[in-house]
């Protein structure tokens, strides 16, 4: 084996074992994720929506007022920005949500919440200093929606469709805390 072949070898092999060392230690890429992603799909027809969103755990702590902090925009789950992706247009609150991807926020408050459908994608939910990285002026709509009080408290938060009485929702449910955001499905107008 010529020599430069040989050294090829040894800086190949030092660069893959630094980059194993530092996936293990510092990217800590075989421990289970805090926040686990998740994609919820809900199909119907021809229709599709979807949302990708981090979920985190109760673990004990009190959530909306405390780690949620009531009066801020919050992330909707942990890490990168939840997204909402739709293929055809919705009616919500009486204001068309036309079809496209969204990143989702939302400002919990004691008896209501705002959701936020925003057009800018963020490659992450929150920048160095902690605060949600929305940018107020890529919103396309914002509505309130009541909080309704659970009896038991939910351990991981949870996006979900329920469409189970033919009135869509989408469901944000954390703690003990339930957010319903009614969906009307748009015929097409195409003939």
Request: without cysteine.
């Amino acid at each position: 084996m010529n020599s430069f072949l040989k050294w090829t070898i040894i800086v190949l092999s030092v660069i893959a074992l630094g980059l194993f060392i530092y996936a293990i230690a510092v990217e800590d890429i075989f421990s289970k994720r805090l926040s686990p992603k998740d994609t919820v799909k809900f199909e119907l027809n021809d229709t599709k929506l979807e949302v990708f969103y981090n979920r985190p755990y109760k673990k004990g702590r009190e959530i909306f007022g405390a780690l949620v902090p009531f009066n801020e925009v919050w992330r909707t789950g942990a890490n990168e920005a939840t997204t909402f992706a739709t293929n055809k247009d919705l009616m919500i609150e009486d204001i068309i949500l036309n079809k496209g991807t969204y990143t989702l926020w939302t400002v919990p408050k004691d008896s209501t919440w705002t959701v936020i459908f925003n057009t800018k994608q963020y490659p992450w939910g929150v920048d160095e200093q902690m605060r949600p990285m929305r940018e107020p002026q890529f919103d396309y709509m914002d509505i309130e929606e009541p909080v309704q009080k659970l009896d038991k408290p939910v351990e991981q938060f949870t996006i979900a469709f329920d469409n189970t009485t033919d009135d869509l929702k989408m469901t944000l449910v954390w703690d003990k805390t339930k957010i319903e955001v009614p969906m009307e499905i748009m015929e097409s107008q195409e003939q």
